[in-house]
């Protein structure tokens, strides 16, 4: 049985600090590139930081570059994003996602439940 379950999250205030986490099994995560979206109120689900695998390149939105770092323990399974210098604007429900293309272009894709992010003074 495929499973992303995510933890961390919550409410901090302007500048602060979080790490998400996203612990996977019932798949070859090693495989698989991971992603982080955020969902914003109101708001599309948009990409905000990816990572493959196994070179571990990352790419970043915009908006995150320089704040934000994604990275993988593929021993662990488990893929973090650690969110510093947080403003208001990051607030919304962040998603992990795994996302795996055979040589045939068949994709793949699994979510992980989805977890609160809060920036609120």
């Known amino acids: 049985q495929v499973q992303l379950v995510q933890s961390g999250g919550g409410l901090v205030q302007p500048g602060g600090s979080l790490r998400l986490s996203c612990a996977a099994s019932?798949?070859?995560?090693?495989?698989?590139?991971m992603n982080w979206y955020r969902q914003a109120p109101g708001k599309e689900r948009d990409l905000v930081a990816a990572?493959?695998?196994?070179?571990?390149?990352?790419n970043y939105a915009d908006s995150v570059k320089g704040r934000f770092t994604i990275s993988r323990d593929n021993a662990k399974n488990t893929v973090y994003l650690q969110m510093n210098s947080l403003k208001p604007g990051d607030t919304g429900v962040y998603y992990c996602?795994?996302?795996?293309?055979?040589?045939?272009?068949?994709?793949?894709?699994?979510w992980g439940q989805g977890t609160q992010v809060t920036v609120s003074s």
């Open positions: 019932g798949f070859t995560f090693r495989s698989y590139a």
């Open positions: 990572i493959t695998s196994p070179s571990g390149s990352a």
């Open positions: 996602n795994a996302h795996w293309t055979n040589p045939y272009g068949l994709e793949s894709d699994y």
